[in-house]
Structures are given as structure tokens and as C-alpha cells.
């Protein structure tokens, strides 16, 4: 993976993000400016909460997410408030919502007594 758009709006290659990961599948930018992204580590499956830098491709892990290494995490986004939700795919029928913090990684699911979200899509608007 790597990115970086310059004026004229055309994608170059910057850099390669690995860090041992073996995909990243979710990315949304803090209200800092900062590039946060959701990643799979290799070596356990772990999914990890991380930050890009967008000039060099360099990542930094900031937390083991807690997530179920069977689910995958399809879309992360900041609210207004700089609370940041994340849409989990499970193995079942239902899905989950939570947030992320934006310190440690760590996932909290909202109303996790509910799990009524059929899925309804993949992503958060």
C-alpha cells in the first residue's frame, strides 16, 4: 500500500506500508489531520488500530483493537466530536457498531446487548 496526491490530483507512490500487516481494511482521517487505519497482523490475526504518516507510508501501531480475529473491521469513521465508530463484519448474520479509541485501540461495542444489525451494508456514512 502506499499513496500520496499532489495538486493535479494524480495518485503517486510515497511509500510501502507493511509493519508486518497483512491487510488494512479501513482508514479514515482524525480531525487532527491524522491518518488512522485498521490493519491485520501476519504473525496472529490480530486487528490492530494504526496511524499512517501520508508523506512516507510509515505506520505506527497504536493498539491491539480487541476485535474477534474471525471478524473484519469494513469502515471506521470520525464523527464531528472526534469520536471515532467502526462497523464490524462478524461470521454470523448480525454485525456490529462500535467506537475506537483513538489513544490505546482499544474497540467498545455499542449496545452490545443488541445485536440486531442484519447486515445492512458495510461501511458507515
Do not use: K, M, W
Not at 34 to 42: D, F, M, S
Not at 53 to 75: L, M
Amino acid at each position: 500500500y502506499g499513496f500520496n496526491v499532489r495538486e493535479e490530483g494524480i495518485g503517486h507512490l510515497v511509500g510501502t506500508i507493511n509493519a508486518g500487516l497483512s491487510s488494512i481494511s479501513a482508514i479514515d482521517f482524525a480531525p487532527s489531520g491524522t491518518l488512522h487505519a485498521v490493519g491485520v497482523r501476519e504473525s496472529d490475526n490480530a486487528i490492530l488500530f494504526l496511524s499512517i504518516n501520508c508523506r512516507s507510508a510509515q505506520t505506527t501501531v497504536i493498539g491491539n483493537t480487541g476485535i474477534d480475529t474471525d471478524f473484519e473491521v469494513s469502515d471506521i469513521a470520525y464523527d464531528s466530536f472526534g469520536r471515532l465508530f467502526a462497523y464490524v463484519e462478524t461470521t454470523g448474520s448480525s454485525d456490529i457498531v462500535g467506537v475506537i479509541n483513538p489513544a490505546s485501540g482499544e474497540f467498545v461495542q455499542l449496545n452490545p446487548g443488541d445485536s440486531n444489525l442484519t447486515d445492512l451494508g458495510n461501511g458507515l456514512a
